[in-house]
């Protein structure tokens, strides 16, 4: 094991590492698992935001594989629906799982659920979103890191109207501790230096109410009078860019998004939308599954931690990850280079011209 520990070391990053650590104590004949087939339950909020059933859970399910042959999955997706996470998460106690990965829907209210769980001994990982109650672990990336780059972008494409320009807030659901971050690290890069015409905060992070609200604003403040969108992720900025087309915004002011969807790349290439926020799936994904794995085994989480915050009144171990702005000009050395997507995916026949244009192919 120590030889393990040092070749890691030497040949990896921190997220890589304390992968190949877990993957090292089992290895090494680690059999605290004791021949039996750990449970892990995985609990994803929505299929609204397309990262949690096209990237996190494929991801995770194949790390957890990698790290674990014997360990087996549950999968259960709320559909952003409160209770029926809570009663997910219930079942998954009732059923005995060894430990449960958690993107809450609310993270207030599934607290006493996440308080059961650890009454009854499985710990419970929080994945991206903060969850409250007795967590065991938590993987993410900074949120207000994730707002600077997006405010900052935005303020660069807004070019000489960056000085008291005038845009629209599309917020998450700040029932998500995420929302609350990204909208503060936002906020310290765009107050003071552009008018906030309209800001809303978006319920269950749905498209459609974004693309309401953008019509509404669109109405409240005049076509011509908007010089920004501060889009919280890609699926706010495609209900917003749909608001401003149908309403004949022309040209269009720029937008921010999150997440690196496909579509948003797509978006980005055609010119539509600005910029995206790029959270690597994949360290992410490694780091949860590690996390997942260890406290299956009942083992310690602080050798896959890279850090702790503080949460449950204590602190937890933690891995946060740098999130990256990504605009036309980097999805090659970003998202295409880490293999999340090929140009022939990103580049339809009808973006060939503009693809061409912007050196991917
Ligand atoms: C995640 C974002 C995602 C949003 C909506 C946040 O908690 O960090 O990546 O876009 O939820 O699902």
Not at 161 to 180: F, K, L, T, W, Y
Not at 181 to 207: C, M, N, P
Request: proline content about 4%; charged content about 20%.
């Amino acid at each position: 094991m120590k030889a393990c520990i040092r070749g890691a070391a030497v040949a990896m990053t921190a997220i890589s590492m304390a992968v190949a650590l877990a993957a090292c104590g089992q290895g090494a004949g680690n059999d605290s698992d004791g021949g039996n087939t750990p449970r892990i339950g995985l609990l994803l909020p929505d299929a609204t935001t397309a990262r949690w059933e096209t990237q996190d859970r494929p991801l995770l399910e194949k790390a957890i594989k990698e790290l674990c042959g014997n360990c087996t999955v549950e999968h259960a997706n709320a559909e952003g629906n409160v209770a029926a996470q809570q009663e997910q998460l219930n079942s998954m106690i009732t059923k005995g799982a060894d430990a449960i990965v958690l993107v809450a829907v609310d993270a207030r209210s599934l607290g006493a659920a996440v308080r059961k769980a650890a009454e009854a001994d499985i710990p419970v990982i929080a994945y991206d979103r903060l969850a409250e109650g007795p967590i065991s672990g938590y993987v993410s990336f900074d949120g207000e890191e994730v707002g600077r780059l997006q405010g900052r972008a935005l303020l660069e494409a807004m070019g000489d109207r960056m000085n008291g320009g005038q845009i629209v807030m599309m917020n998450g659901d700040p029932s998500d501790p995420n929302a609350v971050s990204f909208k503060k690290g936002a906020l310290s890069a765009l107050e003071g230096r552009v008018e906030i015409g309209k800001a809303y905060d978006t319920l269950h992070w749905r498209t459609e109410t974004a693309n309401m609200n953008m019509s509404g604003a669109i109405s409240a403040l005049g076509v011509g009078n908007i010089d920004g969108v501060y889009a919280a992720n890609d699926g706010l900025a495609a209900g917003s860019i749909s608001a401003l087309k149908a309403n004949k915004v022309n040209p269009l002011p720029p937008v921010t998004g999150q997440d690196a969807e496909l579509s948003a790349l797509r978006r980005i290439v055609s010119g539509d939308q600005y910029m995206t926020v790029y959270k690597p799936f994949g360290p992410e994904a490694s780091a949860g599954a590690a996390m997942a794995v260890a406290a299956a085994r009942g083992e310690s989480l602080d050798r896959v931690a890279t850090g702790q915050v503080r949460a449950r009144g204590g602190a937890v171990p933690a891995v946060l990850l740098p999130p990256v702005s990504v605009t036309v000009d980097n999805i090659k050395d970003t998202l295409v280079k880490d293999g999340v997507y090929t140009i022939q995916q990103i580049c339809t026949p009808q973006l060939r011209a503009a693809c061409g244009k912007a050196g991917l192919s």
